[in-house]
């Protein structure tokens, strides 16, 4: 089974981080959410409170098929300031394995130099951080490996691109259509 995990810090946003769990889950994917703060709970930009699956320290990131990161403020801020995380996304590009980030969150990935020479997007006016990315005009992008998103209107897409990425179009068309969103 592929494990995802999705990495939630204080200031997160709920929309991102809740709607793609969500939606992964409905398509059968095994999403785990990660706290980062040193405490299952987790409260979000807009004063939602989340219990997260687990801690960082005890996930066993050779499991992940994917990390997924939510934007929001400051929640993105918290995870860029998170030198183990940056570390372990670094690992996992190397390894060819998947990253998707979302919001403000695509930032990071531009920051670590994830970006350089792929499509990608972010939430306007955070594009001087996408460094050497080729900046898409569309709000849901995939280049090989990374998928990134504009922000919280999108999450939905956000989430059923990375149910395709890892199922396939028919399952990602399924959990569409049930969600009525096709």
Do not use: W
Request: net charge negative; glycine share 10%.
């Amino acid at each position: 089974m592929k494990c995802i995990y999705l990495f939630l810090a204080p200031g997160f946003e709920e929309i991102e981080a809740i709607a793609t769990i969500d939606i992964l889950r409905r398509a059968g994917l095994e999403v785990k959410s990660v706290s980062i703060s040193g405490d299952l709970k987790v409260t979000g930009a807009h004063g939602i409170s989340v219990e997260a699956d687990c801690l960082y320290p005890e996930i066993n990131f050779e499991d992940a098929e994917m990390l997924v990161l939510p934007g929001g403020m400051p929640g993105t801020k918290n995870l860029n300031v998170n030198e183990g995380l940056k570390a372990a996304l670094m690992q996992h590009a190397k390894a060819g394995k998947a990253l998707a980030a979302i919001c403000a969150a695509p930032m990071i990935l531009g920051q670590l130099g994830l970006l350089d020479g792929k499509e990608a997007t972010c939430y306007p006016g955070f594009e001087m951080h996408l460094k050497g990315a080729i900046l898409s005009e569309y709000m849901v992008v995939q280049d090989g490996n990374i998928i990134t998103a504009s922000g919280p209107g999108v999450a939905a897409e956000f989430a059923l691109q990375i149910v395709e990425h890892f199922e396939g179009e028919e399952k990602m068309e399924e959990v569409s259509k049930g969600l009525l969103l096709s």
